[in-house]
């Protein structure tokens, strides 16, 4: 009986629904059957099935209410591991100049050669001991630094994020989105990130041929000295490397950006958040924007929570009893 009434109710519901909202649901369906139906101890999922759901995730939205074989997350990794493959293609071999220069790689073997109980973490370390911890400690608050990072869409084109973020209180001043870099683009946005003289006098930066002599000029223009962090030591520029990593945990490695609006909607989305929301442990567990402390207002008050992009984290706060 139980099964009648889904059944009619199912169908009212069918009955009720645009054209093509229920055949993209009967195609869904119809293709979970056939995979069922292989004659196979376990039904397994081959390339095909993975690209039809991945392709089905982005023409409709109510695609994950009739997935049945697998988990919404896996059609997600599967996205991932399909730009993973993607990118080694693209990342092959063809020529051209090793990553380390000839002088570097001489003088890793030079430091091998002369510490025999030397491991890599002591090589590298000594490579890079220039004193930038120090120099980073004295002046936070007066240093902004400037970065690009990658993201992969539903189709495999890479959009270049490019923010600028100030030591001080980790506030991004300001960030965009584009799939063609240029320098003349870098300088565009710098000019919006320093519009007027501000308290910053430095700006650290790596060797990305995008940051070239007119990105230099233009931070020199607006009273800011370029650092530039030594090759291969992102360290160098760690407030950058810890917000990108956090951007990428927190909501990017969770949602796939199906273009370069929804991505610059995501990355707005989750700097306010970061300004707002996220307690940081090297700001005394306070946020950017100094999120105030609440003091609970009566005995009867409750906590309660609000959601944060889209679910993916919460803020909690009191509220009155009724």
Not at 42 to 66: G, H, K, M, Q, Y
Not at 244 to 267: K, P
Request: charged content about 25%; aromatic content about 12%; hydrophobic content about 40%.
């Amino acid at each position: 009986m139980l099964h009648l009434i889904t059944a009619f109710l199912a169908a009212i519901r069918a009955f009720f629904r645009n054209r093509v909202d229920t055949s993209l649901e009967v195609l869904a369906l119809r293709q979970q059957v056939a995979v069922l139906k292989r004659k196979r101890p376990r039904p397994s999922l081959n390339r095909l099935d993975r690209f039809f759901w991945t392709a089905l995730r982005n023409i409709w939205p109510r695609w994950s209410d009739v997935l049945v074989i697998v988990k919404p997350d896996t059609v997600v990794g599967w996205h991932r591991a399909g730009f993973r493959l993607y990118w080694r293609w693209r990342s092959r071999p063809r020529g051209g100049r090793p990553k380390v220069s000839e002088e570097i790689r001489t003088l890793i073997h030079r430091m091998a050669a002369e510490n025999s109980d030397w491991g890599a973490p002591k090589i590298y370390g000594e490579l890079l001991k220039l004193g930038w911890l120090a120099f980073l400690a004295n002046h936070r608050e007066v240093i902004a630094a400037l970065d690009f990072f990658t993201v992969p869409t539903l189709t495999f084109q890479l959009l270049y994020c490019f923010f600028v973020i100030e030591h001080g209180r980790r506030r991004v001043l300001h960030f965009n989105i584009t799939r063609h870099p240029t320098a003349e683009w870098v300088v565009q946005q710098l000019r919006e990130a320093f519009p007027e003289a501000g308290p910053y006098r430095y700006a650290i930066l790596d060797h990305d041929s995008k940051f070239d002599a007119d990105v230099i000029a233009f931070l020199r223009a607006t009273g800011l000295r370029p650092k530039r962090t030594s090759v291969q030591a992102p360290w160098q520029n760690g407030t950058a490397e810890r917000w990108v990593g956090s951007c990428r945990r927190e909501i990017l490695d969770h949602v796939i950006a199906l273009n370069e609006q929804h991505l610059r909607r995501l990355i707005r989305d989750y700097v306010n958040y970061h300004h707002d929301d996220r307690i940081h442990d090297s700001l005394d567990k306070d946020t950017p924007n100094r999120r105030p402390v609440e003091s609970k207002p009566s005995p009867a008050a409750t906590v309660i929570s609000s959601a944060r992009l889209g679910g993916l984290h919460h803020r909690y706060s009191w509220r009155e009893a009724a």
